[in-house]
């Protein structure tokens, strides 16, 4: 099997595959730049098979060590910084991918919105053994050449199996170990799944409760209970959290101005975004670009 790196395939956009899905091993060096995923319109799905790196994922560190997963949806914000020779898995998802395998909006956007941590974890030798057979599966067929219709159904379902497997993973491991809430109520689980989904529809324009209590016909009290419940986050927070990750990429990823940021995310002026910035930063914007 070859082994790439990882920029010839991640970019902000979707896989160049015609599967919609496709899986390769990447070698990050100490010597290398560390690697910025930023918004790729895809799910990633990363497993360390040998060396050492750090990810930071929305402002969270993990060690990536041999055996440890993580995933990187398609609104995170990631950074990968090898501390030696790391190889790992690297397997992307476009959303027609997964729209065409899975019941996205009712089944897979709603579960992937409640993983905590990115998923991380690092598997026991059992599953790693289990991981590595269908992580290998998914990069032969890749290599395949994608011009036989047998070829390509075999990449999807040797795709979709490893998938399969890294949530099932994930799942049992948050319930182990009380990751996520036991969700008693379908109407509160539908409501905040529902919220979710409106914030990464409307953070730009909309940063009112009000809005989003609104459009899901209840009230900004009983809404905020519900997110606090499922997320131990106020619903304010959870849509501050999703402004501010915007807000960091722009200031330090562009060359917008202060006063073109403002208006972007719907500011009513330059000045206001200063206070709102600094409020929560401690420094103005212009102090933190330069940071």
């Not at 402002?59 to 041999?66: A, D, G, Q, T, V």
Request: hydrophobic residues 35%; neutral net charge; glycine residues 4%.
């Amino acid at each position: 099997m070859g082994i790439d790196t990882f920029s010839k395939h991640i970019y902000r956009g979707n896989p160049v595959s015609t599967s919609g899905g496709t899986a390769f091993l990447c070698r990050l060096t100490e010597h290398d730049t560390p690697f910025l995923v930023h918004r790729t319109s895809a799910f990633l799905l990363l497993y360390c098979m040998e060396g050492d790196a750090e990810i930071v994922l929305d402002n969270n560190e993990y060690s990536f060590l041999p055996n440890a997963m993580i995933v990187c949806r398609a609104d995170d914000t990631m950074s990968i910084k090898a501390l030696n020779e790391c190889i790992f898995l690297c397997a992307i998802y476009n959303q027609e991918y997964l729209s065409n395998q899975f019941h996205y909006n009712e089944e897979f956007y709603p579960y992937i919105t409640r993983i905590k941590n990115g998923g991380y974890m690092v598997l026991d030798a059992g599953c790693s053994e289990r991981f590595k057979s269908l992580a290998t599966c998914a990069v032969c067929n890749n290599e395949l050449a994608t011009d036989s219709d047998w070829a390509k159904g075999s990449m999807v379902s040797s795709m979709k199996a490893l998938l399969c497997m890294a949530m099932y993973w994930i799942e049992m491991s948050e319930k182990q170990n009380v990751l996520t809430d036991d969700y008693s109520s379908y109407r509160a689980k539908e409501i905040f799944n529902n919220f979710i989904k409106l914030i990464s529809e409307n953070y730009m324009t909309e940063r009112r409760v009000y809005f989003y209590a609104s459009r899901l016909c209840i009230t900004p009290k009983y809404l905020s209970r519900i997110v606090h419940e499922k997320s131990g986050k106020t619903a304010s927070r959870m849509i501050k959290e999703a402004v501010l990750r915007e807000i960091n990429y722009l200031l330090k990823n562009t060359t917008l101005s202060i006063k073109e940021i403002s208006n972007t995310m719907n500011f009513p002026n330059a000045s206001f975004f200063c206070k709102y910035f600094k409020n929560e930063f401690g420094i103005s914007p212009n102090r933190y670009r330069e940071s």
